[in-house]
């Protein structure tokens, strides 16, 4: 058993969307020890993605943290997100500025902060496409080359897709990658 606690955050088309993924390679993380906690960080609104106020957003994820942290057995030392899209730019940003988060991985992400404004130094890791026209690579790219310039310790993985969303083999192998940085970030060597 692994120890390790992950949330698993949502893109922009919500958790309903993302669910079907998310249960299927959550599940597996789940059979392989990790503790599994799925937030929904947008409110009730219909158009929530559109309507909802954008620091709503990163509250949800922190008081997510803090929910997640209060559980028995759960300890900040073992703590990681994974977010897709939207849910990696939060990931990164709430763990680098506010959470005891150790380690995120943002699929199709990047982020937002400025450096001054990095104060915790998490492993990360981000998953981009090559070819991606939500995200570009230059996002991803230059997010990494400022979390390391804070000393916040980034790895890139490049998958050569040319698209946002991920088939389900794609799937598979980021969900692989995750578990393996996941294991090397946050499960302590016996």
């Given at each position: 058993m692994s120890g390790?606690?992950?949330?698993?955050l949502h893109g922009a088309g919500g958790l309903v969307a993302d669910l079907p993924v998310f249960v299927e390679h959550g599940r597996r993380l789940a059979e392989l020890g990790y503790r599994i906690v799925m937030?929904?960080?947008?409110?009730?609104?219909r158009d929530a993605a559109q309507s909802d106020e954008l620091g709503w957003w990163p509250r949800a994820v922190v008081d997510a943290t803090d929910w997640t942290l209060a559980?028995?057995?759960?300890?900040?030392?073992?703590?990681?997100?994974?977010?897709y899209s939207r849910g990696g730019y939060l990931a990164a940003e709430v763990a680098v500025q506010q959470t005891p988060i150790r380690a995120v991985v943002g699929?199709?992400?990047?982020?937002?902060?400025r450096q001054r404004e990095i104060v915790r130094r998490p492993s990360v890791m981000l998953i981009h496409a090559a070819g991606d026209p939500v995200i570009p690579p230059r996002r991803t790219k230059r997010w990494a080359r400022i979390l390391g310039e804070q000393g916040v310790p980034v790895e890139i993985v490049v998958l050569n897709v040319r698209r946002h969303h991920f088939r389900p083999g794609e799937w598979t192998d980021i969900f692989e990658r995750a578990d393996g940085?996941?294991?090397?970030?946050?499960?302590p060597e016996v």
């Open positions: 390790a606690t992950l949330l698993l937030p929904d960080y947008f409110s009730d609104a559980l028995p057995g759960v300890h900040a030392s073992c703590l990681g997100a994974m977010g699929v199709a992400s990047a982020g937002n902060v940085f996941f294991r090397r970030t946050l499960i």
